[in-house]
C-alpha cells in the first residue's frame, strides 16, 4: 500500500537553528498538508498546499516557517531560527481528489526536539 | 468554525470486551467526512475508519464500527473483541467535503481518548 515517508523520524536542534523537515507524500495526491503534535496535546493544522502554493495556513504557522515542493515529489517544512516551543512531532499528510472522498494519510511523523 | 469535541480523556476495557469511544461535532455544512485515527505509542496516525455524511449506513471494519447520528452531531466508535494492540490514543477527526470557507479539507481534530486494554 502506498505511504507517506518522513525524514529525520527524530532530530534534536539548537535553539535558533534552521531545520528542515522532508516529506514524499503518496504519488499522484494533490494535497499536501502539515500538522503538528506537541507531546500530550492535540494534532494542530500548520499548513495545506496545492498547485505549488499554500492554500491555507494556521496562526502558528507565522514567518519562520516555510514550505515548498521544489522537485514534484518532495514536500518540505523548513523552520527558520527554532524555539524551544517548536519541539513536536510534525506529521507530513497527503491525499487524492476531493470529490473522490479520498482520506488523508499521515507518514509516521519527524520528532523534533530543540535543547 | 468546525470543532470537534470527544469527551473522555481516558477509557479502559478488559481483553474480548466492547468499548464505546464518544465524539461530538459542530458544524454548519451539510456534506462531510469523520473519521477515526488511532495513534499507538509510536505515534504513528493510522486511520482506523471513515464515514461520508451523506451515507446513512454506519461504517465497519472488522471489529471496529461506529455510531454516526447526523442529526445529533455524534459518531462514535465500538471496538468489538478488544486486544491488547488496540491500546492507543483514538482521534476522531472532521473534514468538510467542499472547500467552503476556506477550509481548504483540512482535517479538524477532537483531543483524543487514550484507550488502555487490561488483560
Known amino acids: 500500500e502506498p505511504e507517506v515517508t518522513q525524514t529525520p523520524s527524530h532530530q534534536v536542534t539548537q535553539m535558533g537553528q534552521e531545520v528542515i523537515l522532508r516529506c514524499v507524500p503518496i504519488?499522484?495526491?494533490?494535497?499536501f498538508y502539515w500538522y503538528r503534535q506537541i507531546l500530550g496535546q492535540k494534532v494542530e493544522f500548520l499548513v495545506s498546499?496545492?498547485?505549488?502554493?499554500?492554500?491555507?495556513k494556521s496562526e502558528i504557522f507565522d514567518d519562520q516557517f516555510s514550505v515548498e515542493r521544489p522537485d514534484g515529489s518532495n514536500f518540505t517544512l523548513k523552520i527558520r531560527s527554532t524555539k524551544l516551543e517548536d519541539s513536536a512531532m510534525y506529521f507530513c499528510?497527503?491525499?487524492?481528489?476531493?470529490?473522490?472522498?479520498?482520506?488523508?494519510?499521515f507518514g509516521e511523523g519527524s520528532w523534533l526536539t530543540v535543547v | 468554525a468546525q470543532t470537534v469535541t470527544q469527551s473522555q480523556p481516558e477509557m479502559s476495557v478488559q481483553e474480548a470486551e466492547t468499548v464505546t469511544l464518544s465524539c461530538t461535532y459542530d458544524?454548519?455544512?451539510?456534506?462531510?467526512?469523520l473519521f477515526w485515527y488511532k495513534q499507538p505509542p509510536s505515534r504513528q496516525m493510522i486511520l482506523v475508519i471513515r464515514?461520508?455524511?451523506?451515507?446513512?449506513q454506519n461504517a465497519t471494519e472488522n471489529r471496529f464500527s461506529v455510531n454516526f447520528q447526523k442529526a445529533a452531531k455524534s459518531f462514535s466508535l465500538k471496538i468489538s473483541d478488544s486486544q491488547l494492540g488496540d491500546a492507543a490514543m483514538y482521534f476522531c477527526?472532521?473534514?468538510?467535503?467542499?472547500?467552503?470557507?476556506?477550509?481548504?479539507?483540512?482535517?479538524?481534530f477532537g483531543k483524543g481518548t487514550l484507550l488502555t486494554v487490561n488483560p
Open positions: 504519488s499522484n495526491h494533490l494535497y
Open positions: 498546499f496545492y498547485n505549488n502554493e499554500i492554500s491555507e
Open positions: 458544524t454548519s455544512e451539510s456534506d462531510y467526512y
Open positions: 464515514q461520508e455524511a451523506y451515507k446513512q
Open positions: 499528510a497527503s491525499s487524492g481528489f476531493i470529490s473522490s472522498g479520498n482520506t488523508i494519510y
Open positions: 477527526a472532521y473534514r468538510p467535503l467542499f472547500n467552503s470557507g476556506g477550509s481548504n479539507y483540512k482535517l479538524t
